[in-house]
């Protein structure tokens, strides 16, 4: 298929780029760079040995959406581009909601003009927000959420669902991500955020690599295994191949998945492995809780597994190997 993939240079794009042209898919990437650099092109050049079109537009731009669309004959779309940083969202909410909201309304008009109906969104399981559980099914539905990067994810969710109301000759499937770690075991992509992290992982790394001098657990006083605050990791190549079986088996109509590992991991769980495994020590130290934050919450990755064949593959080792690798080579 040839497969536009918006936000392709980003850290789960990139990934996603290459499990795709693994298997043999024709690629045209779009990104306009605010989160990502454009020499994340040549490594996905040197990952895969093909070379892909790439277009450094801003979709914000509906006339840019439509050159591309005018220029290429696209099957399908897998829509990545959006502004992600819950606290940056909390400060900007207008620049989330405009960019985040336009981008994707301009997507899809004109895929509706040009008959493109086969759509893959990048949605997050920020979007069941807190229902005093701590494990996630598709079927709960979409809660409220605590910030407005996480707002849009369940705005455009619900605008996809209106949509398809209205035409279901739509073919849309949502996949709610819970949090993406790791990299690429070449150490050539990864997750490279701008300036300080906000997640957990790439602060880690910085800490273990003398960048960042000590991290802060937010709070050890939650009901939790050991007090901090427990996620489901899943690697980023696995939620990639999540893309891949996707777009190639999903059922006809508007379907939701959890793409998570299923299993909970604490902070100080997580920290532990990334010490043992790459023999690193990573400074701490506790303090109090991050507004907004959940005690726990993870996946149940049944139906993936159910409809389109997919689950995890790789273990926490694997996660805290590969970012660690990654980030020695950057
Ligand atoms: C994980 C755990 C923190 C940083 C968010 C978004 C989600 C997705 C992933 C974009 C929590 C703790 C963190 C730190 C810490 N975003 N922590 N010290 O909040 O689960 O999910 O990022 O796609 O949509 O909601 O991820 O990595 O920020 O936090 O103790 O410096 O690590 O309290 O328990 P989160 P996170």
């Known amino acids: 298929m040839r497969i536009l993939v918006t936000g392709g240079l980003g850290f789960i794009g990139s990934h996603t780029v290459v499990e795709l ?39 914000a731009d509906k006339t840019k959406v439509e050159s591309i669309f005018s ?23 207008l620049m989330y909601y405009s960019n985040n909201l336009r981008s994707t309304l301009n997507l899809l008009e004109v895929m509706k003009e040009h008959g493109v109906n086969k759509l893959i969104f990048s949605s997050s399981a920020t979007v069941y927000g807190d229902q005093g559980v701590r494990k996630y099914t598709e079927d709960m539905g979409r809660g409220t959420t605590t910030n407005p990067y996480g707002t849009t994810k369940a705005m455009i969710e619900k605008i996809l669902e209106d949509v398809y109301t209205a035409d279901n000759s739509w073919n849309i499937t949502i996949l709610r991500y819970f949090n993406p770690v790791g990299a690429h075991e070449s150490g050539l992509i990864g997750d490279n955020p701008n300036g300080i992290p906000n997640n957990l992982m ?10 960042l001098e000590c991290l802060s657990v937010f709070g050890n006083d939650y009901q939790t295994v050991d007090g901090t605050g427990v996620r489901d990791y899943i690697h980023v190549v696995d939620l990639a191949k999540g893309h891949v079986k996707a777009i190639e088996n999903a059922p006809d109509g508007l379907n939701v998945y959890n793409l998570g590992s299923g299993k909970g991991i604490s902070v100080l769980e997580l920290v532990n492995c990334f010490e043992q495994i790459n023999g690193v020590k990573v400074n701490y130290k506790i303090v109090g809780r991050r507004p907004g934050d959940v005690a726990e919450n993870y996946a149940d990755p049944t139906k993936a597994w159910n409809e389109l064949g997919w689950k995890t593959e790789k273990t926490l080792e694997d996660i805290c190997k590969d970012a660690w690798n990654f980030e020695k080579n950057n």
Do not use: C, W
Request: glycine share 6%; charged share 25%.
């Open 21 to 59: 042209a693994n298997q043999n898919h024709e690629i045209i990437i779009v990104d306009n760079l605010y989160n990502s650099k454009i020499e994340v092109l040549e490594s996905l050049e040197k990952i895969t040995g093909k070379k892909f079109k790439f277009y450094q537009y801003d979709i």
């Open 71 to 93: 220029e290429n004959k696209i099957d399908a779309v897998i829509h990545f581009a959006g502004y992600k940083a819950v606290g940056e969202s909390v400060q900007k909410p």
């Open 202 to 211: 790439p602060y880690v790394m910085r800490v273990a690599s003398g960048k």
